[in-house]
């Protein structure tokens, strides 16, 4: 709320809580692109991006949910994919000419061993230079999804925790060995297809149908008569000093 007559809006993505713009100019004043992850519950988002005065243009990006072409079977919003996602958007950026990058964690706290990290490492493992700390990083055998199949000895099936990957009928006991075959596909995807980029795709219009054509007029071959203009009235006219009479000064 404002609180006087100098009171200054905030930017609209500050009020609405999407954007950090104190954080955002220290990481544009390192002059490096930016290695941006999002996630949500289910996936886990990794893009490169170059910010410019005309605004930011993303250079290479990858979803969690494209691993399942590569042969993955888990979950998409876990510690292994999101590895494998950062993987790949660093094999994807360093093929169009990406060198080194500075990391984006954008308002997601940061905290050690978690998903955002195991990005972050994903892209350094496939080839960018990014600074970071070891320290953050979550272990290999996190990263290949050993503490999922030791949470899965623990629980059980009873647990709603594994409901989602018990629909798909997915060994779970299997999920590092699968993690290391995608890890190879990944690394295995030519230059030439990683340069590739991905074409929008435009919804196609609905064909209009054509406009059924008025009939044409028929012109009478003989022309009715003009209507004569009726003269107007003439004004009455009053003559001066009459009217209406006024009473009489005794």
Do not use: C
Request: hydrophobic content about 30%; aromatic content about 4%; charged content about 35%.
């Amino acid at each position: 709320m404002a609180h006087g007559p100098t009171y200054r809006v905030k930017f609209r993505r500050r009020r609405e809580g999407k954007t950090n713009y104190y954080r955002r100019r220290r990481l544009l004043q390192s002059r490096r692109p930016r290695l941006v992850v999002r996630k949500t519950n289910t996936i886990t988002i990794v893009q490169i991006i170059n910010a410019s005065v005309v605004g930011d243009s993303t250079v290479a990006s990858a979803i969690s949910t494209e691993l399942t072409k590569h042969g993955w079977v888990a979950g998409t919003g876990n510690i292994p994919s999101a590895y494998l996602t950062g993987l790949l958007a660093g094999l994807r950026a360093k093929s169009r000419g990406v060198k080194d990058a500075v990391l984006d964690v954008g308002l997601n706290p940061p905290v050690k061993g978690s998903r955002v990290y195991a990005a972050l490492k994903g892209a350094v493992d496939a080839g960018l230079e990014i600074p970071y700390k070891p320290d953050v990083v979550p272990d290999d055998s996190r990263i290949s999804g050993e503490h999922i199949v030791a949470a899965y000895d623990h629980f059980g099936t009873e647990s709603n925790m594994f409901s989602k990957i018990s629909k798909k009928k997915t060994n779970i006991s299997t999920i590092p060995k699968k993690f290391k075959t995608v890890k190879k596909a990944l690394e295995d995807i030519p230059a030439t297809e990683l340069k590739k980029k991905k074409k929008r795709k435009v919804p196609a219009k609905a064909a209009k149908k054509p406009k059924a054509k008025k009939p044409k007029k028929e012109k009478p071959s003989v022309k009715p008569p003009r209507a004569i203009p009726r003269k107007p009235k003439p004004k009455k006219l009053i003559a001066r000093g009459k009217g209406k009479k006024g009473k009489k000064r005794e």
